[in-house]
């Protein structure tokens, strides 16, 4: 291959300083995104923690304790 093939072909350094900072903002963002998921994620499990008994199981209870509390009759 002649120099002249190899001058034409081979990338301008205007053309590698636009590939490496575009390639240096991609990792910016991608650092930027991964820190700001887990700042500001839209998980939050505190708003997921059942306290207790919901008011079905009350209703079924209420059943279930009616019905023990009848006398047998035999």
Do not use: C, N
């Amino acid at each position: 291959m002649s120099l002249t093939a190899v001058l034409t072909l081979r990338p301008s350094r205007l053309a590698a300083d636009v590939v490496f900072a575009t390639a240096g903002l991609a990792a910016m963002a991608e650092i930027w995104r991964s820190w700001s998921k887990e700042l500001f994620g839209s998980y939050r499990p505190e708003l997921h923690y059942m306290r207790g008994p919901g008011p079905k199981w009350h209703e079924k209870q209420a059943q279930e304790d009616s019905i023990r509390s009848m006398p047998h009759r035999s």
